[in-house]
T-cell receptor, first 115, second 115 residues
């Protein structure tokens, strides 16, 4: 079975400081990994994904994530946080090597950026 | 405008009364999916569909049915709703499910309360 862990329910960071939202995963074989963001009263919006190749993936709004196979992690990062980045962030995984197309999401991490 | 629409957006019902939540996309996407979002549990996939007349179970299919008679529509059916199906439901679509790595586009969500 595949699973995703987001160990922090909430991350607080001051505007202008770097931010990290953690994600670890478990999957059979190689993973496809995703980050989505949810603003209040909205559906999820895609941020970035890792398929293969370069371990550092750049996405929307200045976010990036680093795939670390040995640590089975895919942490989301941004060099300088904005108040408008405050939202709920979800990491998701599916296996590249099985026929199963279902996507498994983590429980979400609320990012609060203080002015 | 490319979008995924869901109806209704809010629904209060009683135990045992059959209901259907509709989902429609105008992007000619082959892959469609239903998720439920619960506090502390993140998003869990209920069912997904690779194309017309092709559906498969996600992680939490019990108590739900789906159908895919047309490419654009993917209704979620609760034959006999129970209070544990009170949740926020999201429909999503992507271009194809073959690679399984396309960006998913999410609808605005349907908040369901089962009394």
């Amino acid at each position: 079975a595949q699973s995703v862990a987001q160990p922090e329910d909430q991350v607080n960071v001051a505007e202008g400081n770097p931010l990290t939202v953690k994600c670890t995963y478990s999957v059979s074989g190689n993973p496809y990994l995703f980050w989505y963001v949810q603003y209040p009263n909205r559906g999820l919006q895609f941020l970035l994904k890792y398929i293969t190749g370069d371990n550092l993936v750049k996405g929307s709004y200045g976010f990036e994530a680093e795939f670390n196979k040995s640590q089975t992690s895919f942490h989301l990062k941004k060099p300088s946080a904005l108040v408008s980045d405050s939202a709920l962030y979800f990491c998701a995984v599916r296996s590249r090597d099985t026929g199963r197309r279902a996507l498994t999401f983590g429980s979400g991490t609320r990012l609060q950026v203080q002015p | 405008e490319a979008q995924v629409t869901q109806n209704p957006r809010y629904l209060i019902t009683v135990t045992g009364k059959k209901l259907t939540v509709t989902c429609s996309q105008n992007m000619n996407h082959e892959y469609m999916s239903w998720y439920r979002q619960d506090p502390g549990l993140g998003l869990r996939q209920i069912y997904y569909s690779m194309n017309v007349e092709v559906t498969d179970k996600g992680d939490v299919p019990e108590g739900y049915k789906v159908s895919r008679k047309e490419k654009r529509n993917f209704p979620l059916i609760l034959e006999s709703p129970s209070p544990n199906q009170t949740s926020l439901y999201f429909c999503a679509s992507s271009l194809t499910g073959l690679a399984g790595v396309e960006t998913q586009y999410f609808g605005p969500g349907t908040r369901l309360l089962v009394l």
